[in-house]
T-cell receptor, first 111, second 113 residues
C-alpha cells in the first residue's frame, strides 16, 4: 500500500461549485499534514497546513481525520484560477525528515 | 528571508552522458534538503533527502546519486543517463527537527534523448 494515496481525478466542476477531495495515509503515527497546489509545469507551492481541529483559509477548508487516516480539502465558490493539481503531504513522526507527497488530484474549473 | 536556487531550468542531454544538478539554499542554516522527480502527469517521487553535510538517504534504487558537500548545497548526479531519467527534478528544503512544510526550487526539466 502506498504511504499516501489520492484520487488522481480529474475533477471537472463549474465555476462557483464546491468541490472536495481526500487523501489517505497509511502510517498512523504521521504527525504533520499539508496541502500543496501545483500549476502545470511549475513547482508545488504550499496552500495550507492541516491542523487536528480543522482549519479554514478563505474559501479553503482543510480537515484531518486521524481515526480513518485521511485529510480533506474543501474549496467553496470555486474560481477558474483554482484549476491546478492539489497534492497532499504527510510527514511521518518516525522519520520527521522524510516528506511524502501524494500523487495529486487534478482539478479543472469550467466557466 | 529564505530562498532556494536550482539550476539549470531546462536541460537536454544524450543517453549515456553525465548529469549534475545543483541546488543551494540561502537565508537558513542546517536545513533538511530533498530531491524529488516528477514524471510527466505523475506525482512527486522522493529520490534523496539529507539532514546534514555528507548525510544522504536514498529512497529508491536508481541511476542517480546525491551529495551534500556544504550545509546549504545539494547536488544530484548521474554518471550515465538513461532515457527513463527524463522528468522534472525538484529540489526542496525544510527546517530541521521541526515537522514543517517543504519549500521548492523552480525545478529542472530534464529530457534525455
Amino acid at each position: 500500500r502506498k504511504e499516501v494515496e489520492q484520487d488522481p481525478g480529474p475533477f471537472n466542476v463549474p465555476e462557483g461549485a464546491t468541490v472536495a477531495f481526500n487523501c489517505t495515509y497509511s502510517n498512523s503515527a504521521s504527525q504533520s499534514f499539508f496541502w500543496y497546489r501545483q500549476d502545470c509545469r511549475k513547482e508545488p507551492k504550499l496552500l495550507m497546513s492541516v491542523y487536528s481541529s480543522g482549519n479554514e483559509d478563505g474559501r479553503f477548508t482543510a480537515q484531518l481525520n486521524r481515526a480513518s487516516q485521511y485529510i480533506s480539502l474543501l474549496i467553496r465558490d470555486s474560481k477558474l484560477s483554482d484549476s491546478a493539481t492539489y497534492l497532499c503531504v504527510v510527514i511521518p513522526y518516525s522519520s520527521a525528515s522524510k516528506i511524502i507527497f501524494g500523487s495529486g488530484t487534478r482539478l479543472s474549473i469550467r466557466p | 528571508s529564505q530562498t532556494i536556487h536550482q539550476w539549470p531550468a531546462t536541460l537536454v542531454q544524450p543517453v549515456g552522458s553525465p548529469l549534475s544538478l545543483e541546488c543551494t539554499v540561502e537565508g537558513t542554516s542546517n536545513p533538511n534538503l530533498y530531491w524529488y522527480r516528477q514524471a510527466a502527469g505523475r506525482g512527486l517521487q522522493l529520490l534523496f533527502y539529507s539532514v546534514g553535510i555528507g548525510q544522504i538517504s536514498s529512497e529508491v534504487p536508481q541511476n542517480l546519486s546525491a551529495s551534500r558537500p556544504q550545509d546549504r548545497q545539494f547536488i544530484l548526479s548521474s554518471k550515465k543517463l538513461l532515457l527513463s531519467d527524463s522528468g522534472f527534478y525538484l529540489c526542496a528544503w525544510s527546517v530541521r527537527q521541526v515537522n514543517t512544510e517543504a519549500f521548492f526550487g523552480q525545478g529542472t526539466r530534464l529530457t534525455v534523448v
